[in-house]
């Protein structure tokens, strides 16, 4: 009813243009709020349900984390100030902060910290599968004092610190009631407002799809944020945040697309472009049991004549307005200093992809497209909308052009994201001839990315059909080597013979781009992203200048 | 009698066709390719076991007719059934929706029939006046405009003066006082109902222009004129009343997809309404809101419908079946 009464009154005033007195500034007494835009929405406060990035973010301020990021990609102590690795590397010990409180004024303790991951691994199969990545391997998370976290995994485990830093602590005495029987109460609990916090925000208020508002925890154990609290509007449409921007009635923008940076720095607003945890490719099906019509996609010779055929140089200064660069590694160079630096782009040149054709004997036929296997070289490109919503469009247009020179005709197929998973994965990935997509790895550790090529990740993340033991092995073994040297070789290796295979055709990376006010300063970024799931550093920091 | 049976009549035509559309629904987004699984389940190291664990969580696990039975079932009790995506229940999700794409809807369509009826009997009054040109100029102008590319326009030119997305101020934490609420609601529905307005009004004054001056030639209105009646009067009190059934017709139609219509203006300003909710929804397959949503449109539509058939029935009893 107050809902109605209010519509009626706001179409009486908005008609008498009263509504620009309503205003909000971003003061309250307690200090400074920070407004941030997003155009993705939280799907759940239940870290059990949710899936999307700006949850996890989220987490990352209300729930403390074992460790986090620094802005030069290095782990340092959260909630954990020590940490230490017995000599086989199966043993993890942390010392975690003393004294430390809930925001309902229990206490926060290293029990927690073993809860959340016991629980975690005890229902990995089940309610909690969606977080079992992080506690893969891990036998037991005990607590010889309430200081002290101790981890046995079953084997050397290299990336401990990438996973414990991605996992959201949960305060035991709110959770343990639905973990009972087979723990599907965990994803039933909506974990709604106020919840109970241990980071150095507390969740004030969330209205799904518009807002979440967030207060200062003064019980927080760590260092006190210099702004009152923060909010997050969500937005469905990229146009509608950015002029939200312009008009003063946000302070920052999580994802700014490459064509508003010219117009927000001309407005004044600072822009920041980092280099991206993104790459986008061109998949060439690569899975020997592919559909004869494109049998041929699994020669080597034909994919090498592809990887020549894609100008990067004009892909990021055309589409990504130079917002990015040309790609080469599937590690992206926002993920730490894991990317391969020595590999290079391939260089754009039709008459080597030309000279390769004929080479692999693939001639034209009378309309210039090359015949393989009895039947032009005709194909369909599944873009997903992830994909044909952005600037990938205008690559794959240039792609098109280029590839209709070497003889090589392609068709956008625009699917949305679920179709198009259906498209890639159908038939055990026999049935699709090329996507273009874009993949996010970590900000700290590759483990992810290299995890998409495995054939264990096939049917579920594995989109091109690749499958071999000398890759599994390589994985198998970076994720064992506890030297970081050893571990980089490894890492290193990896990425060469993914840009050899040419399975993923590396096209470019996008930059993370943000925007805000110049009124703020003292934001860093953590893997191109002040707003961070990986740290809670940019938003203790932050502050209004002056 | 005949009222009855008239009503009786489109009463349980009504109640099938909910019923055909429910089914409809049911099976429409299952055969489209991909599923709410595959997305949900595409995290890095996901697993097989996680999979499944959603498909036995969502219901997916049993065949589509157990599932069509389910729902029926949970239906007729009230039930739209659990999100996927958010875990929670759809009839509490899209409850709030509802609400706030009647007032975007509501006002853009009240807005857009009362433009419409004024500029229409205008032109008739001045019928071949520049005043007449101008007006059905720019009303087939607007209307022929595409909603979301006029919400672009009207968002870029009004950037800094009129709230840009949302549907109130977010930013507040407290609660404001009511009036205060609604001068901010108000600022922000003035873009998504201008569009509305602007998109739709077109058509209401070319239907009432030509309804008119259907009826100013009729002898009852010239003989009113004759008798000295002011020119206001003869328009709005014996013209327009009689010109009123194409143009009830009209708006009780309209009113049936005042609703679904709002889905593109609702995403451009970021409205949260059932337009943004189905939209997103369809992006995740998330099916019990997708059905929810449409389930909500559909009765619209068809209550709407029925509404209309009934006030046509009244004004004409010429009307049948």
Redesign the interface.
Known sequence: MRKALAALAAVLLACSGLSACARAGSQTADGDIYRLGSDQAIDSMNPFVSVVTTAFAVYEQIYPTLVQLDPEGRFVAEFASTWTTSEDGRTWTFRTHPGATWSDGKPLTAADAAWTLNTIAAFKDGPTAGLANYVSDLDEASTPDPNTLVLRYSRPVANVLNRLMSVPILPEHVWREYAGGDGEALTTFPNNAPVVSGGPFVLVRHVPKQVALFKRNPAYYGPKPHIAGFGIQFFSSDDAMITALKSRQLDAVRTVPSTSVANLESAGFEVISSPGLRFESITVNANPKQRPEHRELADPLLRQAFDHTINRAQIVETSLLGHGRPGASIIPPGTANWADRSLQPTPFDLGAANRLLDQAGYRRGPDGTRIANGHPMDYPVILPEDTYGGAGLRSFQIIRSDFAKIGVRLTAKLLDNAAANEAVMANESQDFAMTMWGWSGGTGDPDDTLNYLTCQSWGILNDTGYCSEEWDDLYARQGAAMTPAERHGIVDEMQRLAARERVLLVIAYPDSIEAHSREWVDLPQVGGNSFSSESKIPLLSVRRAG | MRVLEYVLRRGIFSLVTIFLAITGNFFLFRV?????V??????????????H??M??FGLDKSKWDQYLIYLKNLLHGDLG?SF????SVSH?LLDDL?NTV?LA??GTLGAIFIGILSGVMSAWRRSSPLDHLNTGVATLVYSFPAQWLG?VL??LF?????????S?????DS?P?????????????LP?ATMILTAYGGYTLVVRSSVLETLGEDYVLTARAKGIPARRVVWRHAVRNALLPIVTMVALDLGYVVGGAVLV?????W?GLG??T??A????DYPMIQGAFLILTVSVILLNFVADLVCFRLDRRVSA
Not at chain 2, 32 to 36: E, I, S
Not at chain 2, 159 to 167: D, R, T, Y
């Open positions: 489209l390719p991909g599923d709410a595959s997305n949900l389940a595409k995290v890095p190291h996901s697993t097989p076991e996680l999979q664990a959603l036995v969580r659990v995506t958010y875990q929670e999700l609400e007032v509501g006002v672009l968002l870029i950037a800094g003066v009129l709230p840009a997305g949302g549907m101020d977010q930013f507040l934490f404001p009511f009036w205060q609420h609604a001068a901010d609601v108000g600022g922000h529905l003035v109902a609702e995403v451009i300003f970021s949260p943004m909710a939209f997103t369809i992006g995740q397959r």
